[in-house]
């Protein structure tokens, strides 16, 4: 990731093949190892106490105010999905990546965040978004926060990026401005 006065974080989103062709290794742990076998490999839960999870907890905080106060400025469809965002992004897992296999997953499709449709309620962190987790402060935290913004969209099962590049950045044009360029430039929206 290139951390300059415009950071890219590319929120993004798996496809079902891809998703299925990554949890094959894992089928066969299914019944011994239930709970491994619900994420995609090498992406863990943050250490509980970690000052990581503590920043990460502080986007999804920002970003369900954003989601909140950008409502009166936005149309009804928005304002909806802004509603539905909102209890899935309150109720989502994050979940980064540890590994070689993780780093692979994010690398092979240019990830920085995503979610995978046939996992409700998980967002996916990626390796080059995890320096903004440990580094913490507002610029970082409001990075991520816009982030969330784009993946709780496709929790709510927007899966068009457009779609979702549109909401996240109408929901930050109306509370306080743009703090990413990724998923414009990655989906030239
Ligand atoms: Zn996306």
């Known amino acids: ?5 415009t950071p890219v974080v590319r929120p ?7 998703a299925l062709a990554l949890a094959l290794p894992c089928a066969l742990l299914c019944a011994l190892l239930p709970h491994a076998a619900l994420a995609l490999p090498g992406f863990r839960a943050l250490p509980a106490r970690g000052v ?3 920043n990460v907890e502080q986007a ?3 970003a369900l105010s ?4 950008a409502r009166p400025a936005l149309g009804p469809e928005d304002v909806r999905l802004a509603d539905a965002a909102a209890r899935e992004l309150a109720a989502a897992r994050f979940l980064a990546s540890t590994d070689q296999q993780s780093l692979r997953t994010c690398a092979s499709r240019d990830y920085s965040l995503f979610v995978d449709p046939q996992e409700p309620r998980r967002i996916y962190i990626c390796d080059e978004v995890r320096p903004y987790a440990r580094a913490g402060g507002a610029a970082a935290i409001a990075v991520l926060a816009q982030g969330f913004v784009h993946e709780s969209a496709h929790l709510t099962g927007v899966h068009d990026e457009c779609a979702a590049t ?5 929901v930050m044009d109306r509370t306080i401005g743009r703090r990413s360029a990724g998923s414009r ?4 929206c």
């Open 12 to 18: 993004s989103i798996a496809t079902r093949g891809r």
């Open 66 to 69: 954003l989601l909140r106060r």
């Open 52 to 54: 990581e999870a503590a």
């Open 166 to 170: 549109r909401f996240e950045l109408a």
């Open 60 to 62: 999804r905080v920002l």
């Open 1 to 5: 990731m290139t951390r300059t006065a």
């Open 185 to 188: 430039i990655s989906y030239r």
